[in-house]
């Protein structure tokens, strides 16, 4: 198995998804993931990244696990 944690900044997280989060629920959140996202074999921030780009780099980063 892999785990891949796809992490996005508070700001970015309410632009995607209108979300109604406050700062402080966001912040909780990232507290409870922080175990998920210590030990993931693939961490990726997707701020900057399109939907496809970030298919793009989970592929390009599990073809490079593949040939270890």
Partial sequence: ???I???VSFEVSRIRTGSSWTRTIF???I???EH???NADIY???DSLSPNHVLDEVLGELRSINQR
């Fill in 1 to 3: 198995d892999i785990f």
């Fill in 5 to 7: 944690y796809l992490d």
């Fill in 27 to 29: 912040d909780k959140q």
């Fill in 31 to 33: 507290d409870r993931l």
């Fill in 36 to 38: 998920a996202r210590e």
């Fill in 44 to 46: 990726i921030n997707t």
